[in-house]
């Protein structure tokens, strides 16, 4: 089964500094999603990309979080410089979308569980 | 704006029990609606769907029935397992809109 990589899959790091997060969307998938899960607030979109183009960031606080898609096999999440309340598990998902039309259904990957000190 | 509400749980049944987890629906247009289970240490799966009123989604013994008089989508299984333990969100994407919608997420514990 063709699935959503993350990397890493934990990561724990000191207040301050600058975490990458990655995702490798499933091949042929050219709509990416960024997600946060936290105790408190569930899940959270945070933006999503169509054929690598950003079309909604606005669940990401702009100061701090910055999302790109390098190339279509790569989406990346950077936090800089991350903070205790960033502390959550961050997911990527990815499906075949079409312009103006209900995306398919998204797959998920695991996650990267992030820890800030 | 768009909303979901479901039970939260958490939910503990024995092997065999009937289940039901509620999910009601706020959202403008004509949406889809999606039932995503996450067992833990993984992401989301999509368990079933349906698209439009009256249409029942069904998977792996779990059916839910999209009831637009009523907004909602209440997830039921005749039989649960201990293989069924995990959280199960109700999720919706509105007419018009890319987005998924999430609820908060029920928790289910099913023991032998």
């Known amino acids: 089964d063709a699935r959503v990589t993350q990397t890493p899959r934990h990561k724990v790091t000191e207040m301050g500094q600058e975490v990458t997060m990655r995702c490798q969307p499933i091949?042929?998938?050219?709509?990416v999603f960024w997600y946060r899960q936290t105790m408190m607030q569930g899940l959270e979109l945070l933006a999503y990309?169509?054929?690598?183009?950003?079309?909604?960031d606005s669940g990401m606080p702009k100061d701090r979080f910055s999302a790109e898609m390098p190339d279509a096999t790569l989406a990346t999440l950077k936090i800089q410089p991350s903070e205790p309340r960033d502390s959550a598990v961050y997911f990527c998902?990815?499906?075949?979308?079409?312009?103006?039309?209900?995306?398919?259904?998204?797959?998920f990957g695991d996650g990267t569980r992030l820890s800030i000190l | 704006g768009d909303s979901v509400t479901q039970m939260e749980g958490p939910v503990t049944l024995s092997e065999e029990a009937f289940l039901t987890i509620n999910c009601t629906y706020t959202?403008?247009?004509?949406?889809?609606l999606f039932w995503y289970v996450q067992y833990p240490g993984e992401g989301l799966q999509l368990l079933l769907k349906?698209?439009?009123?009256?249409d029942k989604g069904s998977n792996k013994g779990f059916e839910a029935t999209y009831r637009k008089e009523t907004t909602s989508f209440h997830l039921e299984k005749g039989s649960v397992q201990v293989s069924d333990s995990a959280v199960y969100f109700c999720?919706?994407?509105?007419?018009?809109?890319?987005?998924?919608?999430f609820g908060k997420g029920t928790k289910l514990t099913v023991n032998p």
């Open positions: 990309f169509r054929n690598r183009a950003p079309l909604d």
């Open positions: 959202a403008t247009g004509y949406p889809s």
């Open positions: 349906a698209t439009k009123a009256d």
């Open positions: 091949l042929g998938h050219n709509t």
């Open positions: 998902a990815s499906a075949v979308g079409i312009s103006g039309g209900r995306n398919q259904p998204q797959h």
């Open positions: 999720a919706l994407v509105g007419g018009g809109s890319e987005k998924l919608v």
